[in-house]
């Protein structure tokens, strides 16, 4: 059947099966930007940017938007569709339990665009600008989003043009708690918890040091998105009845009990006390590297936790490639595509102060990078 060796903790992995992909992965990661060739951009003229860029990866995307005309706009959307496109590639030569995962995981970009429309909707941008937010990905094209925000009159409308999609019950639900609480962060939230759900499942069929190493992995994004929502419900008032329904409890560190006794406590410190004694319980390395840093810093700023939250992420997936690379599994495919999202999302962001004349120590706040 093939070559199935076992790592130092005696799991087996099948390395033949990736025989296809790792060849093309061995080459994309080697390709990844430095974090000084990023910041380096910073504060430079979107033409200097868009020169630099052009021989990256995305130099195929960025010719091709040319000829429409390239804007920040256009250079944004050649970002995500290499980012697109990579993922594809990599699904084409990878073995059907992993096409199946990386499947679920690129439902994480359509789900991004649905908040951006509903976003723009509630927010009551004319369809130029709101374009200027939303990224169109997978079945949502950049003519279907046009016509649905100009046939939408409003948040409603929007969900209603959406319902032959898989979201739309799950919208149709979310709604109904918006109408009632006001908060439309809710909706975003039940976005999540249906991706994430199916991102989960689809690691059933994998086996080994493979499932381990996805579970490791997805099983920290989705720590990462649980604490982001008890934290930011628990600020809006919430009350943990309704915080308990958007929760994903699926890791294998911070379960329902767990997730329970973050809840429960009186403030965000002692919540965030709370998920470090879970992870020393687990014996979960990199949940407790994350977790140590916000408990140490005395943290009291959501958007500061959320930062350190993805920083850890960014940091985490750099530890498994030098952790793994020997070996030949899922994590080395996970870890490159989270680092190289990170590395559009950065770019991204460096694109839009230029854009808008932001300075650039503000710009570099926005970034996530390792330390």
């Known amino acids: 059947m093939g070559e199935e060796q076992k790592n130092d903790g005696g799991l087996l992995m099948c390395a033949w099966k ?18 000084n060739q990023i910041t380096g951009l910073v504060g430079m003229s979107f033409h200097h940017i868009s020169s630099v860029l052009e021989n990256t990866p995305y130099r195929a995307e960025i010719f091709e938007v040319r000829t429409k005309g390239l804007s920040s706009l256009s250079l944004e959307d050649a970002l995500l569709q290499n980012f697109i496109k990579t993922c594809e590639d990599l699904m084409e030569l990878s073995p059907k339990d992993v096409r199946l995962l ?24 004319s369809v130029e600008e709101a374009m200027k937010y939303i990224m169109p990905v997978g079945s949502l ?27 739309g019950s799950v919208l149709e639900k979310a709604f109904a708690v918006y109408m009632k609480e006001k908060a439309f962060y809710l909706i975003e939230v039940a976005l999540d918890r249906h991706v994430y759900h199916k991102i989960w499942r ?14 490791t992995v997805i099983g920290l994004e989705i720590d990462s998105v649980n604490v ?13 009845n309704q915080i308990r329904r958007y929760l994903i409890p699926a890791s294998e560190v911070f379960g329902e009990k767990e997730l329970q006794e973050a809840m429960s406590c009186s403030d965000m410190q ?57 070996f030949f599994n899922v994590g080395l495919l996970l870890a490159f595509l989270n680092l ?7 770019l991204r962001a460096i694109i839009r102060g230029a854009d808008a004349g932001i300075a650039p120590d503000r710009v570099k706040k926005l970034l996530i990078l390792q330390r």
């Open 141 to 167: 094209s950049e003519a279907r989003c046009r016509n649905i925000l100009e046939n939408s009159e409003n948040i409603a409308d929007v969900i209603d043009s959406l319902s032959d999609m898989e979201y």
């Open 202 to 215: 689809a690691t059933v069929k994998f086996r080994g040091l493979d499932k381990k190493i996805a579970r």
């Open 270 to 326: 002692s919540t965030i006390d709370s998920l470090v004694e879970s992870a020393k319980r687990a014996r979960a390395r990199d949940h407790q590297y994350i977790f140590k840093e916000l408990q140490e810093l005395h943290v009291t700023s959501l958007t500061t936790v959320e930062t350190i939250l993805d920083r850890g992420l960014v940091e985490t997936n750099l530890r498994i490639m030098k952790r793994y690379t020997p």
């Open 102 to 125: 990386l499947s679920a995981l690129l439902m994480k970009f359509e789900a991004n665009c649905v908040k951006a429309l509903l976003r723009a909707k509630e927010a009551e941008l």
């Open 228 to 240: 982001k929502t008890i934290l930011r419900c628990k600020a809006m008032g919430i009350s943990e």
């Open 340 to 346: 190289k999202w990170f590395e559009v999302k950065n």
């Open 18 to 35: 990736y025989k296809r992909v790792m060849p093309r992965l061995t080459v994309d990661k080697l390709k990844l930007m430095e974090p």
